[in-house]
């Protein structure tokens, strides 16, 4: 039986905070060293990740006026993410800005290359700040992962081996699920399970908020087990939320043999799939699952090498396509998921957003 991925137990965010000054560094790394060694990290490597931190504030702090902040996220593995969101004037030349050495008021000078050779994985994004008449987001992005058994671990955990042995492209995933107010409980939950070739994930958003939302979302890993066709499996958790408050749901499955994408759902959600021709947005069949709602209807994409599919609960913003984020749909799953959650999340609402990617 394949491993099942659960966001309210593997995707975690443990720690936010703004940075306004060299100081926020001291609780950062206060905050990291006790989650690092809760979670099996050696010592060496819980003092490069103290260094990450220091280089990601003093950046913020010198090139973004203290208007950012620090995140501590948990992700499956276990894998250890440390964001670094600001609202600075963005990177004009980012090649650059990543050689050592290299500084100027509008780059992250020589903590970028340090960032990434301290890091198992590191990845960038940044925007530069736009004149036109619509505000668009601009900044910087660093993604910072460690793996309890390094870099290795890293590629393995997010099927790169399987690449390589079956000349494939990898299938990837990113998660970002962030409760109203970071409540204990989180009414949005992703599960996801990958068999050999094909990944397949169950988005749901429990109506309501707090434990009642996630208890309606609980209990529903097996039937992501059991059932294999999207239509089969979304008309199974529609029987199991017969007697419950409810839930509106995504399925998806994407597969490297196939080379196909199937995605259907109910409710107030909304997906994105990016294919090499451009993206393209939708929502789904009105109603609730477990109540009344009227029929899904199956979307299928064929798909030669690459294909993005983004699916996201309602307490993201739909009102975004690739031109607010230009060049950020080429990178890491994961990177997109924090942009996108973090960025276009309402605070009046739990927020998930899940990033499924081949090629």
Same mark, same amino acid.
């Given at each position: 039986?394949?491993?099942?991925?659960?966001?309210?137990?593997?995707? !975690?965010? =443990?720690? #936010?905070?703004?940075?306004? /000054?060299?100081? &926020?560094?001291?609780?950062? $790394?206060?905050?990291?060293?006790?989650?690092?060694?809760r979670l099996g990290f050696s010592e060496l490597r819980r003092?490069?990740?103290?260094?990450?931190?220091?280089?990601?504030?003093?950046?913020?702090?010198?090139?973004?006026?203290?208007?950012?902040?620090?995140?501590?996220?948990?992700?499956?593995?276990?894998?250890?993410?440390?964001?670094?969101?600001?609202?600075?004037?963005?990177?004009?030349?980012?090649?650059?800005?990543?050689?050592?050495?290299?500084?100027?008021?509008?780059?992250?000078? !020589?903590? =970028?290359? #340090?960032?990434?050779?301290? /890091?198992?994985? &590191?990845?960038?994004?940044? $925007?530069?700040?736009?004149?036109?008449?619509?505000?668009?987001?601009?900044?910087?992005?660093?993604?910072?992962?460690?793996?309890?058994?390094?870099?290795?671990?890293?590629?393995?955990?997010?099927?790169?081996?399987?690449?390589?042995?079956?000349?494939?492209?990898?299938?990837?995933?990113?998660?970002?699920?962030?409760?109203?107010?970071?409540?204990?409980?989180?009414?949005?939950?992703?599960?996801?399970?990958?068999?050999?070739?094909?990944?397949?994930?169950?988005?749901?958003?429990?109506?309501?908020?707090?434990?009642?939302?996630?208890?309606?979302?609980?209990?529903?890993?097996?039937?992501?087990?059991?059932?294999?066709?999207?239509?089969?499996?979304?008309?199974?958790?529609?029987?199991?939320?017969?007697?419950?408050?409810?839930?509106?749901?995504?399925?998806?499955?994407?597969?490297?043999?196939?080379?196909?994408?199937?995605?259907?759902?109910?409710g107030d959600m909304h997906a994105h799939i990016l294919e090499?021709?451009?993206?393209?947005?939708?929502?789904?069949?009105?109603?609730?699952?477990?109540?009344?709602?009227?029929?899904?209807?199956?979307?299928?994409?064929?798909?030669?090498?690459?294909?993005?599919?983004?699916?996201?609960?309602?307490?993201?913003?739909?009102?975004?396509?690739?031109?607010?984020?230009?060049?950020?749909?080429?990178?890491?799953?994961?990177?997109?998921?924090?942009?996108?959650?973090?960025?276009?999340?309402?605070?009046?609402?739990?927020?998930?957003?899940?990033?499924?990617?081949?090629?």
């Open positions: 039986m394949s491993h099942i991925i659960d966001s309210i137990r593997d995707c !975690k965010l =443990l720690h #936010s905070s703004p940075v306004q /000054s060299e100081s &926020a560094a001291i609780l950062l $790394r206060s905050k990291l060293a006790a989650i690092a060694q003092e490069n990740m103290a260094l990450v931190v220091s280089e990601m504030v003093s950046n913020q702090v010198k090139h973004a006026g203290g208007k950012g902040m620090l995140q501590i996220w948990q992700q499956p593995g276990p894998v250890l993410d440390i964001l670094s969101l600001d609202y600075g004037p963005g990177i004009v030349d980012l090649p650059l800005a990543e050689e050592d050495g290299y500084s100027s008021v509008n780059t992250l000078g !020589k903590g =970028l290359g #340090s960032i990434r050779r301290l /890091s198992d994985q &590191a990845h960038v994004y940044s $925007r530069q700040e736009s004149h036109g008449r619509e505000k668009r987001w601009n900044g910087t992005v660093l993604l910072a992962r460690f793996c309890p058994n390094g870099k290795q671990e890293c590629l393995e955990t997010e099927n790169d081996q399987f690449r390589r042995r079956q000349k494939h492209p990898a299938l990837k995933i990113g998660l970002f699920s962030r409760s109203l107010s970071d409540d204990r409980y989180n009414g949005d939950r992703i599960y996801v399970r990958q068999d050999h070739e094909t990944l397949r994930w169950m988005h749901l958003d429990g109506l309501g908020h707090g434990e009642p939302a996630e208890k309606a979302t609980a209990d529903l890993a097996g039937l992501l087990q059991h059932y294999n066709a999207p239509a089969e499996t979304l008309a199974a958790v529609d029987r199991q939320l017969h007697n419950s408050r409810g839930a509106v749901a995504i399925i998806g499955e994407l597969g490297l043999g196939s080379r196909a994408l199937h995605i259907l759902g109910v090499q021709d451009g993206m393209r947005s939708f929502s789904f069949a009105p109603g609730v699952l477990g109540k009344e709602h009227k029929s899904p209807e199956v979307t299928s994409v064929k798909f030669d090498q690459r294909c993005i599919a983004i699916t996201a609960s309602d307490g993201i913003r739909r009102n975004w396509d690739e031109a607010n984020f230009p060049g950020l749909f080429n990178l890491h799953p994961q990177l997109i998921a924090y942009v996108l959650g973090n960025i276009m999340g309402r605070i009046s609402d739990d927020q998930s957003v899940c990033v499924a990617s081949i090629g």
